[in-house]
């Protein structure tokens, strides 16, 4: 088949197919993100035309914010379907690198097509070309490198049918998830070649379950059947893989209290028994007690992230690390008993090395407990009505508004520790609800990748609503998208928590001994008496979004509930709510910073002292 090479691409693309957790075939590819410019409208922009009935393309307004949305469709189709971006060269490629780092971070499926300068070099230096003196064939796209599980430039069309393969493989393997950058030369995508037939035929690409080796398997049931005191600590990879339900068996069958991390989050009801809350420094005190006294902890398809570990404080010295995961890479960490495994398969089989044996009753008997305190806590944040009101009381009015259906995201600054610590699960046991982006804690993901989600969410849950919660700043950083949305008809709601700054790094930095500097709009810097202020609700009005502002609680919880009819009609809603810039949940885990060792301050180097006697909990390696 006579194609150029963007014929071919976008062809091939069009005939992947994917499959849902529960076995509904669907579009691997359902979404392409374009900003068109003279490096990818004629080639790659004439084959996606050419292609427009079959994979449908959404005209972004911000590279960065269109390739988030992508990352927020694949999040929410679970990783089983991925989302396109395509740029021109130049400024517009590298506006996608932030993307890709969100993608990697989070080990989440995203396939970005930057255009690039000419291969024939012709024409050299074309319109926004960065030349290297002392390499010819570098160029900006080289940045994605580091941001990028495959990165390719196709220099030839007949290099397709050699990388394409691996693009899908990269692409769905639980292992090696992450961002695929293939670099378009703008004259290598208008070349032609005589492709084979066979490359577009359809294809069903289902994500491997690797089973565990049988003498690692032993190795970790013997180690779990030695412990009184197990915690089951459920990550991304569980939501992935679909192993929710397996968890819960074991936990129940075995008496395990279970906790969660942020990608794990919304897996595990709010009420089950042995629900111990989520874990870590945005976590809650429940699950951080439980972790402090447990002497063997079972991580299951999580990379124990600095946040969810309290940079490693929250585990005993004399505790065992037993991890389930897809990657090896994440399941040897810190002298781990590792299973290199899928989640559900990794614990079913467990589960069953381990008939007859169970945790100390009173140990599984403390979840409850524990979880109940901290209940206790939440209640009592978000009982009082003040105003302004705190983002823990925002989250509530969200949160007893939300239903099964519904999805709940944030991204950056405060709110994911209210979102973590203090939401509770609503949804069917299993089935994710939340999307906190605190892999790389990307500011603007909020809104972009709302956008995407929104997508995804109006196929499988028609009659549910996302919800974003996000700070003015994030807002600020990246708004673009929220016009994208409502051009396209995606509707959600946004909630904009305005506290007149940075107000959780601001609370960092005096935490830690520093004087209030550059992040609250009161301590930076300005020629002005009076300056500016952003109107954000005239500003979301302008990007089409319907806005409701919302002067405290009685009225967020009017103007959300108006917001909801708004996104499910298919337009964005926007609700503004000043917020105080200083009331946090907080579940009194420690977090390693760089303090300085020497400032003017005392209060800094006293910070510091602190910190160096904190580091004396830190387990850097657990005892196998």
């Known amino acids: ?19 849902l957790l529960d076995g509904t075939a669907v579009p691997l590819f359902p979404a392409v993100f374009a900003i068109f410019g003279h490096g990818n409208v004629l080639g790659l922009g004439t084959a996606l035309d050419e292609h427009r009935d079959a994979l449908p393309v959404w005209r972004g307004h911000s590279e960065q914010g269109m390739a988030l949305a992508a990352v927020g469709l694949a999040r929410a189709a679970q990783r089983r379907q991925v989302g396109v971006a395509t740029s021109s060269i130049g400024p517009g490629a590298l506006n996608m690198v932030t993307a890709a780092g969100v993608a990697h971070a989070n080990r989440l499926p995203l396939l ?9 070099r012709a024409p050299d230096p074309v319109l926004q070309q960065v030349e290297h003196f002392g390499d010819p064939t570098a160029t900006v796209n080289d940045a994605f490198r580091a941001v990028s599980r495959y990165f ?16 899908a493989r990269v692409l769905t393997d639980p292992a090696d998830c992450g961002p695929v950058t293939l670099a378009l030369p703008q004259d290598v995508q208008a070349e032609a070649y005589d492709f084979p037939d066979a490359l577009f035929q359809p294809v069903t690409h289902v994500p491997p379950r690797p089973r565990p080796d049988r003498r690692a398997l ?3 049931a013997q ?16 939501r992935y893989s679909g192993a929710a339900a397996a968890a819960l068996a074991l936990a129940e069958r075995h008496g395990l209290p279970v906790t969660e991390t942020t990608a794990g989050r919304t897996l595990v009801p709010h009420g089950h028994a042995l629900h111990a809350g989520p874990l870590g420094i945005t976590g809650s005190a429940s699950a951080n007690a439980l972790a402090g006294a447990a002497d063997l902890v079972l991580a299951v398809g999580t990379r124990l992230q600095d946040f969810t570990t309290a940079s490693w404080s929250l585990f005993g010295a004399g505790s065992r690390l037993v991890t389930i995961n897809t990657a090896r890479f994440d399941a040897v960490k810190h002298g781990a008993l590792a299973v290199v495994a899928d989640a559900a398969a990794g614990l079913e089989e467990l589960g069953a090395e381990l008939a007859g044996w ?6 599984t008997a403390r979840a409850g407990v524990e979880r109940a305190r901290w209940d206790g806590h939440i209640d009592g944040l978000r009982a009082p009505d003040t105003d302004p009101p705190s983002y823990a009381q925002v989250v509530g009015v969200v949160n007893e508004a939300s239903g099964p259906d519904d999805y709940v995201m944030t991204a950056a600054g405060g709110l994911p520790g209210e979102l973590i610590g203090g939401w509770r699960a609503a949804g069917r046991p299993g089935e994710p609800t939340m999307d906190v982006e605190y892999g ?3 500011m603007g993901y909020e809104l972009a990748g709302a956008w995407g989600a929104a997508m995804t969410r109006a196929a499988t849950h028609p009659d549910g609503v996302v919800t974003t919660l996000l700070g003015d700043g994030s807002y600020l950083m990246l708004n673009a998208e929220l016009f994208s949305a409502a051009f396209a008809g995606h509707g959600f709601v946004a909630v904009l928590c305005d506290n007149d700054g940075y107000a959780v790094i601001d609370r960092l930095q005096r935490g830690q001994g520093g004087a209030p500097f550059n992040n609250m709009y009161a301590d930076c810097r300005t020629a002005l008496d009076r300056p500016s202020r952003v109107d954000f609700a005239a500003h979301a009005a302008a990007l089409g979004a319907t806005v409701l502002a919302a002067d405290g609680l009685d009225a967020l919880r009017s103007g959300y509930a108006q917001a909801r009819a708004h996104a499910r009609a298919g337009r964005p809603a926007v609700v503004v709510v000043r917020t105080r810039p200083d009331a946090w949940t907080d579940a009194g885990a420690w977090w390693e910073v760089g303090v300085p060792q020497t400032a003017e301050r005392s209060a800094v180097t006293d910070a510091r002292t602190a910190l160096d006697q904190a580091k004396a909990r830190q387990v850097r390696y657990l005892a196998r």
């Open 1 to 19: 088949m006579r194609q150029t090479t963007s014929q071919a691409l976008v062809r091939w693309l069009a005939a992947q197919r994917g499959e």
């Open 218 to 220: 032993a190795e970790a």
């Open 152 to 167: 390719d430039r196709i220099t030839r069309p007949e290099q397709l049918i050699a990388t394409l393969p691996q693009v």
């Open 223 to 238: 180690a779990v059947r030695r412990s009184r005191r197990p915690l089951l600590v459920l990550g991304g990879g569980v």
């Open 358 to 363: 169970a945790a100390d009753p009173e140990w």
């Open 440 to 442: 790389f804690s990307c």
């Open 112 to 120: 970005l097509l930057p255009g690039d300068t000419f291969v024939n």
